[in-house]
Nanobody, 119 residues
């Protein structure tokens, strides 16, 4: 199994910044894609940003120019630098990874970290 531990959420004023981190741990796994999703209305999870194993990134239109995703393949950690945060960014953010173990690919999710943007 792969466990994802998320940190970095919290309360910030509009226009402020936060940096989320997600560290993957386990044995004998190789991560294909890592990323961040966030809770949307009616329990939907919407894509925020992803980064592939070779570094290709994808961002939701709503966060382009404000958020930056990066990863450290040695530490198996993905980061989300969130700048110019807006109140509408307030929700729970979930770390995601697609990892291969013993030739099989699995999707894993972190427990979520709360981001609140408010004055």
């Amino acid at each position: 199994q792969v466990q994802l531990v998320e940190t970095g959420g919290g309360l910030v004023q509009p226009g402020g910044s936060l940096r989320l981190s997600c560290a993957a741990s386990g044995s004998s796994f190789s991560i294909n894609t890592m990323g961040w999703y966030r809770q949307a209305p009616w329990n939907r999870r919407e894509l925020v940003a992803t980064v592939t194993s070779d570094g290709a990134t994808n961002y939701a239109d709503s966060v382009k120019g404000r958020f930056t995703i990066s990863r450290d393949n040695i530490k198996n950690t993905v980061y989300l630098q969130m700048n110019n945060l807006k109140p509408e960014d307030t929700t729970v953010y979930y770390c995601y990874c697609n990892a291969r173990q013993a030739g099989y690919a699995y999707n894993y999710w972190g427990q979520g970290t709360q981001v609140t943007v408010s004055s």
